[in-house]
Nanobody, 114 residues
Framework: QVEFVESGGGLVRPGGSLRLSCAAP????????MSWYRQVPGQAREWVAT????????YTDSVKGRFTLYRDVASNTAVYLQMDNLKPEDTAVYYCQEYGSTTWGQGTQVTVSS
């Protein structure tokens, strides 16, 4: 199983934006079902969004209209989660994972605070 590397997190004010990246050398992102999850300490990991090989995407209700999941089509080396209009409740560690995998990366911390 592949361990993905998440990056792009940080501290941002409410209403701000971040773009998270999920990469793995040599992995064929265009052929995989990829998802983003997030976890707040002491709480269960929460599904955020999924993209399938055809490009269709699904989002949890709380992020619809604010988050966009897409692939790096040109290089097929990563998937990205564009997060706009961030809210304090989006604060969490964000992880990406391939469908069916049980392996988790280190995640990337997103903190939304004024």
């Amino acid at each position: 199983q592949v361990e993905f590397v998440e990056s792009g997190g940080g501290l941002v004010r409410p209403g701000g934006s971040l773009r998270l990246s999920c990469a793995a050398p040599g992995f064929a992102f265009s052929e995989a079902i990829m998802s983003w999850y997030r976890q707040v300490p002491g709480q269960a990991r929460e599904w955020v969004a999924t993209i399938v090989p055809g490009g269709d995407t699904r989002y949890t209700d709380s992020v619809k209209g604010r988050f966009t999941l897409y692939r790096d089509v040109a290089s097929n080396t990563a998937v990205y989660l564009q997060m706009d209009n961030l809210k304090p409740e989006d604060t969490a560690v964000y992880y990406c994972q391939e469908y069916g995998s049980t392996t988790w990366g280190q995640g990337t911390q997103v903190t939304v605070s004024s």
